[in-house]
Each structure stands twice: as structure tokens, then as C-alpha cells.
């Protein structure tokens, strides 16, 4: 009996502490779970650093922006007008030659020979003709002689231009001066007429042809200014002028064509080349713009992130007052034993019984006990209450003065804007509403950012500068 009894006596232990070892974790758990959502829910995230500039109104230059393509405004692929065999090349490549210069000579041997006799046939047509002017003149000789004279020196005469233009043709000579490329033929080459043979440009001045739509033909006209800019880079370091509009607008495409010219004394423009073409136009006053970082662009419209200090209504409840509650909790528990200051009035009866017990001859110093016993909870009362006052006092006092420090540096957050963009301009955008002057708008560091975020500012980089030019400037 008494071994059933020890058996019923362990299992009922070993439930229990099972019981007790299940439960505290299972409590361990839901109170870890509570912990972690409460952290998350009550935790606010870390301030954002960006970078911020101010709104104000500046000159703006509009203007025509296009693409065009670049050429010489002399150049040609020269080629050869008669067939020979290539003789002599003297030129090389990328030489810079002067006008009538010769870059080919063929073969003329035979061209030459053919000359010099009918110059000789000339010369002796020339002689008769002489010869026959004389004799007219003594009255020996006829006129159909002197006329078949004449007209034999005359078609020699005219045999040695054409011979000579033939002898001129196997050389290629430069019509203009300029810079030739490679040359595409080699010595000894047989050559048929109109085989290229290279290239020559006058790279001192270049021309761009470039198209704007129809709209914005009536912006532009002759002589207007021209800034040029290479592809993959913002400047535009090319200055020139509009030298001509086509009247005529391309019905298939709706776009006019244009030509500029360009001075190019360091050689930096090559014919063929791509170019950004910006055709400037008369300046505006008081336009606020911002970098085109700072716009942002999504399916619901264009929107920017605004600067602005926070509120002092939501600001309060949501830092100084959280430190308030504490004490204030602290203060409403100390409370409670002030009812304990009542039981030395409650105690009075006590006082009272041993006063009876004097006067049935009861003992002073066992009738004092009572009274001294009921004091106790009454002092050990007072003491609680005493350290919660001094305890509330103490954040009471040193809060307020938390605020007035952090009013000095208000906490600044983000206002989501929509807005209306406009035109664009080196790096620059036109905000035509939603925008004022004296507006803080951030210009870099937009990820991950949302409306009413915490943030801090650093403008220690501009990212509307290039770093090379941030790094000279530091």
C-alpha cells in the first residue's frame, strides 16, 4: 500500500514539474513574442541623411534642343576623270595640303609624246601662217591661201589645249586646301574613271544639319545663337550660328531641316560625328527651378520630397510626453497609501482602549504598545509617499528642459509633393506649380523615403556637380 501511494506520490511530481517546465516555456515564448511585436511596433526608424537645396528665381535660357550630325563645309572624296596606272603618290595620310597641291600622278608618257608633236605641227602651222601674211601683204599671194593658213594654225593651236588638258588629267590635284585622310589606292594600281582615291576635308569650319519640329519652327531664325555639345556629355563647349532654314517642312515627318556653322580651330569636331544642338533663345527672369535629381517620376505623376520642420503639435505627444508617463504612473501608485495616513486616525481607537484599560487598572507600558505598534505603518506609509513625490519631482523638473533643448534643433521630416514639371536645361527643371520660392527640396538620397520621414541634411557633396569639380573646389 505504502509503495502504491510513493508510486502515485512520483507521478503526481513528475506531472507537475512537467507541467511547470511546459508552462514557463510556453510563457517565456508568448512574453518573448509580446516583447519583440511591442519593440517593433513602438520602434521609429533611423533619421535618412540627404542632400537639400533651396528654391529661388534665377534667369533661365530656353531653348531648341535637337540632334544633329556634323560635316565639313568643303570636303569632298576626290576621284580620277581618265584610266592610267598610279605613278606616284605624294601625300601621306592626315597631311594638310594647300589648294592646287598634287595628291596623284598616272602614267602620261604617252600623252606627253602626243603633245610635243602637235606642238611641233603648231609651231609649223604658225610659220605658214606668217609665211602666207607676207605674201598677201606683197601682192603674191592669194586670200584662200591666207585663210587656209590661219585656219591651220588655229586648229593646232586648239589640238595643243586639248592635248595639254589631257596631260592635266593624269594628275589629281587638291581643289581646296585642307587635311586629306587615307589614301585608297596603291602605286602601280590600275585606275578606272571615278575610282576614289581619298578623302579631303577643311576642318577649320564645320557645318551641322540638324531638324526641329514644325512647332517650333517660328522660334527660330538666321543668326541665332548655337551651342553644340558631344555625345555622353553635358557642356557645351561649341559655339555657332543658324546659316539657313529650309522654307519647306517634310510632309511625311513633320520636321524642317536646319543648318549652323561652326568655327573649329582646335580640330575637336570631325565630319559625321553625332552632336547635341541646343539652339539658345532670348532669357527669362524669376524661374524656379530645381536639379533634375530631385524630380521624381512614377505612374501617379511627378512628385518631389519637401524639407519642413515638425510640427510642434505632433512633436510633443510623440517625444517629451512618452518620459512624462512614467512618473506619472510612478505617481498614481505611491497614492494609494495615503489612505494609509488614515489608519494613526484609525489607530485612535487603539489609543483610546488602553485610556479604558487605565481606568480598569491596566498596565501603562502594555497600553503604550498598541500605540506605538499602530505608528509604525503609519511612518512606513509616509515614506513611500515622501519618495514617490520626490520621484515624480524629479522628471517633472528635469523634462521641460529637454524640450527647450530640442527646440532648438527642431527635428525635420519629409513632405511629399506633386508637381508640374516644365522645360529642361542642362541638368536643370523647370517647375511650373506645386513649388514656391524659399522651399528646401531634397536633391539626393530619395531611396527608401516616404512621406513624413525623419531626416538629417548633409550638403557637404552636391550631386548636381561632377565629383572632379567638387574635388578642386575642396
Given at each position: 500500500m505504502f509503495k502504491r501511494i510513493l508510486r502515485v506520490f512520483i507521478v503526481i511530481v513528475v506531472l507537475a514539474v512537467l507541467v511547470i517546465v511546459v508552462g514557463g516555456i510556453v510563457g517565456f515564448n508568448f512574453l518573448r513574442d509580446n516583447g519583440i511585436k511591442q519593440y517593433f511596433a513602438t520602434m521609429k526608424p533611423p533619421a535618412a541623411t540627404v542632400s537639400t537645396t533651396v528654391a529661388k528665381p534665377s534667369n533661365w535660357t530656353p531653348g531648341v534642343e535637337a540632334i544633329g550630325t556634323v560635316r565639313a563645309v568643303r570636303g569632298v572624296d576626290l576621284t580620277v576623270e581618265t584610266a592610267g596606272i598610279v605613278k606616284e603618290i605624294p601625300f601621306h595620310a592626315n597631311q594638310k595640303v594647300a589648294a592646287n597641291a598634287v595628291l596623284l600622278q598616272l602614267d602620261d608618257a604617252v600623252e606627253r609624246a602626243d603633245l610635243d608633236a602637235q606642238k611641233a605641227q603648231a609651231a609649223l602651222d604658225q610659220t605658214t601662217l606668217t609665211r602666207a601674211v607676207e605674201l598677201t601683204k606683197r601682192g603674191v599671194g592669194s586670200d584662200s591661201t591666207l585663210d587656209t593658213a590661219r585656219a591651220a594654225a588655229s586648229a593646232s593651236a586648239s589640238q595643243v589645249t586639248r592635248l595639254q588638258a589631257v596631260l592635266d588629267q593624269k594628275q589629281l590635284t587638291a581643289p581646296f586646301a585642307g587635311t586629306v585622310g587615307i589614301p585608297r589606292i596603291d602605286l602601280g594600281q590600275y585606275l578606272a574613271p571615278g575610282t576614289a582615291v581619298v578623302t579631303l576635308q577643311d576642318l577649320d569650319t564645320m557645318r551641322v544639319d540638324f531638324s526641329v519640329p514644325?512647332?517650333?519652327?517660328?522660334?527660330?531664325?538666321?543668326?541665332?545663337?548655337?551651342?553644340?555639345?558631344?555625345?555622353?556629355?553635358?557642356?557645351?563647349?561649341?559655339?555657332?550660328?543658324?546659316?539657313?532654314?529650309?522654307?519647306?517642312?517634310?510632309?511625311?515627318?513633320?520636321?524642317?531641316?536646319?543648318?549652323?556653322?561652326?568655327?573649329?580651330?582646335?580640330?575637336?569636331?570631325?565630319?559625321?560625328?553625332?552632336?547635341?544642338?541646343?539652339?539658345?533663345?532670348?532669357?527669362?527672369?524669376?524661374?524656379?527651378?530645381?536639379?533634375?535629381?530631385?524630380?521624381?517620376?512614377?505612374?501617379?505623376?511627378?512628385?518631389?520630397?519637401?524639407?519642413?520642420?515638425?510640427?510642434?503639435?505632433?512633436?510633443?505627444?510623440?517625444?517629451?510626453?512618452?518620459?512624462?508617463?512614467?512618473?506619472?504612473?510612478?505617481?498614481?501608485?505611491?497614492?494609494?497609501?495615503?489612505?494609509?495616513?488614515?489608519?494613526?486616525?484609525?489607530?485612535?481607537?487603539?489609543?483610546?482602549?488602553?485610556?479604558?484599560?487605565?481606568?480598569?487598572?491596566?498596565?501603562?507600558?502594555?497600553?503604550?504598545?498598541?500605540?506605538?505598534?499602530?505608528?509604525?505603518?503609519?511612518?512606513?506609509?509616509?515614506?513611500?509617499?515622501?519618495?514617490?513625490?520626490?520621484?515624480?519631482?524629479?522628471?517633472?523638473?528635469?523634462?521641460?528642459?529637454?524640450?527647450?533643448?530640442?527646440?532648438?534643433?527642431?527635428?525635420?521630416?519629409?513632405?511629399?509633393?506633386?508637381?508640374?514639371?516644365?522645360?529642361?536645361?542642362?541638368?536643370?527643371?523647370?517647375?511650373?506649380?506645386?513649388?514656391?520660392?524659399?522651399?528646401?527640396?531634397?536633391?539626393?538620397?530619395?531611396?527608401?523615403?516616404?512621406?513624413?520621414?525623419?531626416?538629417?541634411?548633409?550638403?557637404?557633396?552636391?550631386?548636381?556637380?561632377?565629383?572632379?569639380?567638387?574635388?578642386?573646389?575642396?
Open positions: 514644325e512647332q517650333q519652327l517660328p522660334l527660330l531664325k538666321i543668326g541665332q545663337t548655337v551651342r553644340l555639345g558631344l555625345g555622353g556629355s553635358d557642356d557645351m563647349p561649341f559655339a555657332g550660328a543658324i546659316r539657313g532654314i529650309d522654307p519647306k517642312i517634310d510632309p511625311s515627318s513633320r520636321l524642317v531641316n536646319i543648318r549652323a556653322e561652326v568655327a573649329n580651330p582646335e580640330g575637336k569636331l570631325t565630319p559625321g560625328q553625332f552632336v547635341q544642338v541646343r539652339v539658345e533663345l532670348p532669357e527669362e527672369q524669376n524661374v524656379l527651378s530645381l536639379p533634375q535629381t530631385a524630380l521624381t517620376t512614377s505612374l501617379y505623376g511627378d512628385y518631389i520630397f519637401m524639407v519642413e520642420p515638425a510640427k510642434p503639435a505632433g512633436a510633443a505627444p510623440a517625444q517629451p510626453a512618452k518620459p512624462d508617463e512614467k512618473p506619472a504612473a510612478a505617481t498614481d501608485k505611491p497614492a494609494d497609501p495615503k489612505p494609509a495616513d488614515a489608519k494613526p486616525a484609525d489607530a485612535k481607537p487603539a489609543d483610546a482602549k488602553p485610556t479604558d484599560a487605565k481606568t480598569a487598572d491596566a498596565k501603562p507600558a502594555d497600553a503604550m504598545k498598541p500605540a506605538v505598534d499602530a505608528m509604525k505603518p503609519a511612518a512606513d506609509a509616509a515614506k513611500p509617499a515622501d519618495e514617490a513625490t520626490a520621484d515624480a519631482a524629479k522628471p517633472a523638473a528635469a523634462d521641460p528642459a529637454k524640450p527647450a533643448a530640442e527646440g532648438d534643433k527642431p527635428a525635420l521630416v519629409l513632405s511629399q509633393v506633386f508637381v508640374k514639371p516644365g522645360r529642361r536645361n542642362q541638368g536643370m527643371v523647370e517647375i511650373i506649380e506645386g513649388l514656391k520660392a524659399g522651399d528646401e527640396v531634397v536633391t539626393a538620397g530619395q531611396n527608401r523615403l516616404f512621406n513624413g520621414m525623419t531626416v538629417n541634411v548633409d550638403n557637404t557633396i552636391d550631386p548636381t556637380k561632377s565629383a572632379n569639380k567638387q574635388a578642386d573646389q575642396q
